[in-house]
């Protein structure tokens, strides 16, 4: 009887040990999947914001170009003219407001637009940008210390004739750019955001008070890597975690930090008091197998309920695909960010919401995945609410075809329509005048390059006769509406395919591609010349001006600069002959501009 009973009980224990086993080892795996999708949205979202970041930083070298076109520097050292134009573009500036220097090309300075406040010529700091601009044509310093602002450094080479003669620097104030207020808008209090240079120092903080701070060592020496990662280190007694993405533009680095605890959330928590329920369920006997199997279950009940609670209120959209892309499982988010009813989207394909002109980008994006049992896709395309209305989403899309517990596509979804629109409205100030909402200098040059390429280009110089007295005696308000007034008769007058530009403070370029004829030219200056010798009315004053065109026919594959140049000169040798009056049309042809 006694070994009758030991065998029961042995058997009692094995079958709970394999019981245990077998929840342990399912448990496990439970949290291995959760822990992979919340690494990946992780590291999505801090490639997405890196990438922003790095757009940010392009952004900034794009403004710092465009005030050097907007200026003309002598590189002299201490020299006041220079000082003087330092100034005014640093005051024009969105970036640089705290201050602009000019450098030789040994990296000395040569002159500033503030006498002191300066950063240290000799700060370690300044490296990585003497080291980037010479090949990238651009360059990024450190943070610095400037007396008691921490600043950082952007600068370009100043070119003659092709080559660099010596740079231009535009400093900012770290803490007041528009990189920081973005990364202050991450601030939350489960974790902090930061952009960190080189060597560790922060330069954009969710917290203004880490500005200038140096991140933790063990996140410093991960900081050279290109890919997003994971960096687990002590700080204060606490266990830590970070995502890193770096290889941003400046290669800076993007760093996210919070504590393990809230990083592994409460699915995590609750895995280990599972393993440990089920740990004591060996040492029991067939009645607690009974009592402690029913709390397991009740348990299990409540995280699918607590998981399910997550999803509800998660911003992000997640849905299953079978092989042919219909929708096997959707978020209850899907109501949420969408609008469409919970599940009623199961059974649809999913290219039923995908925009038109993405669908095909999709297509062959999952034919691509399904190829790979393991691959992983990013992309970005525009999916319809139920609305109607077209909204940008971020996917990551993993294949699980060969994970039974999915079958499908894993693909998690993140609405970056705003993220998208700031990226766009970005782009358009920077190929757009302020003023006058045409084209800037930088936009026209890159039409007149592309149109070169395969047509000829009629180039128009417009300059404006008398616009410098209307200023002095009206003032730039008048003067500004002038502007925009004459860009408005302007734009009446070029056709569809015609390139309008201001690439100056009363200097207008027209592009006429595809004209070859020297009377059409005729026609289109003596036009130009007309609607801008017509009075101009500004509150209340009848104001008369005048323009000078110079004409310029490039052939198709010419020198686009050299096209812009001979158009130039072709007008100024219209607005200062003393044997043709101001106004009146350039022959024709094709003018060559003084070395």
């Not at 000082?83 to 407001?97: C, D, I």
């Not at 008091?273 to 029913?294: C, D, H, Q, R, S």
Request: with cysteine.
């Amino acid at each position: 009887m006694r070994l009758r009973n030991w065998i029961a009980v042995l058997i009692s224990v094995l079958l709970l040990a394999g019981a245990g086993v077998v929840g342990i080892l399912v448990n496990r795996s439970t949290v291995e999947a959760v822990e992979t999708v919340h690494q990946n949205d992780t590291t999505a979202l801090g490639t997405n914001n890196g990438t922003l970041t790095g757009q940010l930083q392009k952004n900034s070298v794009r403004e710092l170009t465009l005030l050097l076109g907007q200026i003309a520097v002598r590189l002299a050292a201490d020299d006041a003219k220079d000082g003087a134009s330092l100034a005014v573009a640093a005051k024009k500036s969105t970036t640089f407001q705290y201050g602009m220097i000019t450098a030789d090309l040994d990296g000395n300075f040569l002159t500033a637009s503030r006498t002191g406040g300066l950063p240290a010529q000799d700060d370690p700091a300044w490296a990585p940008l003497w080291d980037k601009i010479k090949t990238e044509r651009y360059g990024f310093s450190g943070v610095m210390n400037a007396g008691d602002t921490y600043v950082a450094a952007v600068g370009i080479p100043v070119t003659v004739g092709g080559g660099a003669v010596g740079y231009l620097i535009g400093l900012n104030e770290v803490g007041q750019t528009p990189l920081h207020n973005y990364i202050r808008e991450l601030r939350s209090t489960a974790h902090e955001t930061m952009i960190v240079d080189t060597a560790g120092r922060i330069g954009a903080a969710s917290d203004d008070t880490l500005i200038g701070g140096v991140v933790h060592p063990d996140i410093k020496a991960r900081l050279d890597r290109d890919e997003a990662q994971f960096v687990e280190y002590t700080e204060n007694g606490r266990d830590m975690i970070a995502v890193v993405v770096g290889g941003l533009t400046s290669d800076w680095s993007y760093v996210r930090t919070q504590t393990k605890a809230s990083f592994d959330g409460a699915v995590y928590s609750r895995s280990q008091t599972l393993n440990l329920t089920l740990l004591a369920m060996l040492v029991i006997g067939v009645v607690g197998i009974t009592l402690l199997g029913y709390r397991t279950q009740i348990q299990r009940r409540r995280a699918d309920e607590r998981f399910q609670a997550l999803f509800q209120h998660a911003p992000d959209l997640v849905s299953v695909l079978d092989g042919t892309g219909r929708i096997v499982f959707s978020s209850p988010s899907t109501t949420s960010v969408l609008g469409f009813a919970a599940g009623s989207r199961t059974g649809h394909s999913v290219f039923e919401v995908v925009h038109p002109e993405d669908q095909q980008q999709m297509r062959e994006g999952l034919t691509t995945l399904l190829s790979d049992p393991s691959g992983v896709l990013r992309l970005q395309c525009r999916v319809r609410t139920a609305d109607g209305e077209y909204r940008w989403f971020d996917f990551t899309a993993s294949n699980q075809m060969q994970n039974a517990a999915l079958s499908g596509v894993v693909i998690n979804a993140r609405d970056i329509s705003e993220n998208r629109a700031f990226q766009e409205r970005l782009e358009h100030e920077a190929q757009h005048d302020p003023l006058t909402g045409l084209p800037n200098r930088r936009r026209m040059q890159d039409k007149l390059h592309s149109s070169l390429r395969a047509d000829s280009v009629a180039v128009l110089f417009v300059d404006l006769d008398g616009f410098k007295p209307v200023n002095d005696a009206h003032g730039h308000e008048v003067g500004d509406e002038l502007l925009r007034q004459v860009a408005d008769r302007l734009s009446a007058c070029v056709r569809a395919s015609d390139v309008l530009a201001r690439v100056g403070g009363d200097e207008f370029v027209m592009l006429m591609p595809g004209v070859v004829e020297p009377g059409d030219v005729d026609a289109m200056s003596n036009r130009v010349r007309y609607v801008l010798g017509l009075p101009f009315r500004i509150d209340g004053h009848e104001i008369q001006i005048g323009a000078s065109v110079g004409v310029h026919l490039a052939p198709a594959a010419g020198d686009p600069d050299e096209a812009l140049r001979a158009a130039d000169h072709a007008m100024y040798e219209i607005k200062h002959s003393r044997r043709v009056p101001a106004g009146t049309v350039a022959r024709v042809g094709r003018h060559r501009a003084p070395d």
